[in-house]
């Protein structure tokens, strides 16, 4: 690699840094440590890591110094990279979200990403269709584990035309390439009822099992459909039915996995045991939840966080009368507000407030039963508002994907003190919903005060208590 060509750009640094202390600043460039090329933050994260370095800088005035120094393993300079160029999808898959994306959005939403490094820094998960052999060793070497991957059927037949891609190589040889170099992976099946579903789910989570402990995991998701697939194949969602088939099809196998191996192995999303009616299993079932990101676990989480925390946090804050919280009385992981003076007052008036609690259709049953347990132990009045999705059409029910728009077309006209809107509806670090509205749009336009919560019990007894 000609390293005057290649070199990681860094466009800030933290104040405090090691950086700043050996002269390193912004617009400079890492050419190589230790005489390893850094062609990207990936690889920066690697190298770094090791007490004794030699860095090539080039300066942003042009010119080269060598910097040769003596560090904790850890310490990763306080430098911050150029972020690193996504490398695109080669499938046109048949459930493709982002091809169903409306029109006009910003250009990121519309980025395919399949990226290796993008899976192990975030979690992303990752076809393995444009792979190389160079990628699967640096993978191995750098130790990238675990990662995340897009299988949908093992069968390759199947899989290609998932894919929309009949170059794709062999899902298997990939994993197996990955996992006899010690690599961990954590798997997903997108399901479509009719097509990948039944035996060749089966098939599926037969082949992947065989692979354990290499493969960890494998989460079963249903297909999402918006109202935007003009000219794509015809899909359809999981009937009550069909769902429950689905889930009683894996059960036998979740069992025999956990007398073989000790957990589930395969992690059939939360949608479906809503869509079927059917009871969530116990925690004990998720093995730590390692899909809670891909929408497995979130609902019995949710539900056993509000019953160990729930009860206790809200009664104490919202006791008959104030009451002053002692060092040791709040709930274990719950952040302290002044207590909420909902009760009392002259003549035994109550002050009762309205709260609006805004979600996805498919989580508002559960929602409604909590908010009962709420109103009984505090007195304000919570009304469950399942907001119906515009944006992306009513087959799209969960809380994640409501735009601003949509929220904001259900709270208009409603009287309200306030309404708490779960943070998972905003784009990742970006402070704005899907289509680019900020909280204080919603707030302006609505006429009430919005609050955002991360989607926890945790977070909702917190903004309750903040009110």
Same mark, same amino acid.
């Given at each position: ?319 008959? %009368? ?17 207590p909420l003076k909902i009760r009392g007052g002259q003549g035994g008036r109550y002050e009762i407030r309205k709260i609006l609690l ?95 919560? %991360? ?13």
């Amino acid at each position: 690699m000609n390293l005057k060509s290649r070199g990681l750009k860094i466009v800030g640094v933290e104040p405090g840094g090691t950086a700043l202390d050996v002269g390193i600043g912004e617009g400079d460039s890492i050419i190589s440590i230790n005489s390893s090329p850094v062609p990207d933050y990936l690889a920066y994260r690697y190298l770094i890591a090791s007490e004794e370095v030699v860095l090539l800088v080039r300066k942003k005035s042009g010119g080269e110094v060598e910097i040769e120094m003596e560090k904790d393993e850890d310490d990763d300079l306080g430098i911050i990279a150029s972020p690193m160029k996504v490398r695109a999808c080669n499938n046109r898959c048949v459930f493709c979200f982002v091809e169903q994306m409306p029109k006009g959005m910003r250009r990121s939403l519309y980025v395919k990403d399949d990226d290796y490094r993008h899976s192990f820094l975030h979690g992303n998960y990752v076809t393995l269709t444009t792979m190389k052999d160079e990628d699967y060793a640096r993978i191995i070497r750098e130790r990238l584990s675990p990662l995340y991957v897009s299988v949908h059927a093992t069968d390759d037949t199947l899989r290609h035309f998932l894919l929309g891609n009949c170059k794709a190589p062999s899902i298997l040889d990939g994993i197996k390439k990955l996992t006899d170099g010690g690599i961990r992976l954590h798997t997903q099946a997108v399901v479509a009822p009719g097509i990948n579903d039944g035996a060749a789910l089966v098939k599926t989570a037969e082949d992947l099992a065989a692979l354990y402990p290499g493969v960890l995991s494998l989460a079963v998701v249903p297909v999402g459909l918006t109202r935007h697939r003009e000219k794509l194949y015809p899909l359809r969602t999981f009937t009550k039915r069909e769902a429950a088939g689905l889930l009683d099809a894996l059960s036998p196998f979740r069992r025999k996995y956990r007398r073989k191996f000790g957990v589930s192995f395969v992690y059939p999303s939360d949608e479906f045991y809503m869509k079927a009616g059917r009871d969530l299993p116990p925690a004990m079932e998720y093995d730590g939840y390692p899909q809670m990101d891909n929408g497995v676990g979130l609902v019995r989480d949710f539900l056993d966080d509000f019953k160990r925390l729930g009860k206790r946090g809200l009664s104490l804050a919202c006791h008959s %009368e104030p009451v002053q919280l002692r060092s040791g009385q709040a709930p274990r992981g719950i952040r302290l507000h002044p207590p909420l003076k909902i009760r009392g007052g002259q003549g035994g008036r109550y002050e009762i407030r309205k709260i609006l609690l805004i979600t996805g259709k498919s989580f508002a049953p559960i929602l409604k039963n909590i908010a009962k347990e709420i109103e009984a132990m505090t007195g304000l009045k919570l009304s469950v508002l399942p907001v119906k999705n515009n944006l992306f059409g009513e087959k799209v029910t969960v809380a994640g994907l409501l735009s601003g728009s949509d929220i904001i077309a259900a709270l208009k006209g409603r009287k309200a003190d306030a309404a708490i809107i779960p943070a998972i509806t905003m784009r990742d670090g970006a402070g704005v919903f899907l289509d680019d509205l900020t909280p204080k749009d919603v707030e302006r336009e609505a006429g009430m005060k919005i609050i955002m919560t %991360e989607p926890t019990a945790k977070g909702l007894i917190e903004a309750i208590l903040s009110f």
